[in-house]
Every structure is written in C-alpha cells, then in structure tokens.
C-alpha cells in the first residue's frame, strides 16, 4: 500500500522560504513520476513540481519556475519541494502525489496516490 506523507508546512513573511518533504512508503518508486499540487481556498488543485524517480528529470509550471525546486532522495525515499521567494498567491494546501507513468505530466489524473497535504501560507 503506497503511503505519502507531507510535512513542513508553515506560516511565513513575503519573500521567505519554506521546505516541504514527503515521506513515500509502500513500494519502490523507481518507475513513478512523483509531484506536488496545491489547492487555495475556493480554487482547483493546480500542479506545482513533478520529477520523474529514475531519470530526475523534472517540470514546473511558470508560475514557480525559478524560485521552486523539486528534488528526491532514493536513499530516504523522500520528495522535496524547497520554495524560495514566496509570495501570497502561492497560500494553499500543498499535495504530494506518485503516479506510476513513464513520462511527466501535469495533469491531476496521472497521479494515483496522494498525500492528506500540508498548509502554506504566506502573510503579505
């Protein structure tokens, strides 16, 4: 049974840093796509990060291009999203999830595992 669980969500200023870790259990992650969503109050989940377990290979939407970064590590079997200057608009609750796929994607439905999420908020 696949597990995911986030943590290190937080409430910072405008401008701060925040480090978001998923443990991942059940499996062996090698042939998934592993990603973090993010949903705000009143809106869509909406795709954030994805990196590809095996190659390392990753993606991100503009919006978090640059100041976001994914990373895994296969010894600890965790996902990292480090988000650096962050600003209001990125508040949300914020979802690992694995989808066992061979190429990224960012649509919500390649992703058959998700996390219970963690709350990020960001004060202006």
């Known amino acids: 049974q696949v597990q995911l669980v986030e943590s290190g969500g937080g409430l910072v200023q405008a401008g701060g840093s925040l480090r978001l870790s998923c443990a991942a259990s059940g499996r062996t992650f090698s042939g998934y796509a592993m990603a973090w969503f993010r949903q705000a109050p009143g809106k869509e989940r909406e795709f954030v990060a994805a990196i590809m377990w095996s190659s390392g290979r990753t993606v991100y939407p503009d919006s978090v291009k640059g100041r976001f970064t994914i990373s895994r590590d296969n010894a600890k079997n965790t996902v990292s999203l480090q988000m650096n200057r962050l600003k209001p608009e990125d508040t949300a609750v914020y979802y690992c999830?694995?989808?066992?796929?061979?190429?990224?994607?960012?649509?919500?439905?390649?992703?058959?595992?998700w996390g219970q999420g963690t709350q990020v908020t960001v004060s202006s």
């Open positions: 999830a694995a989808g066992r796929i061979s190429e990224l994607t960012t649509r919500i439905t390649g992703y058959d595992y």
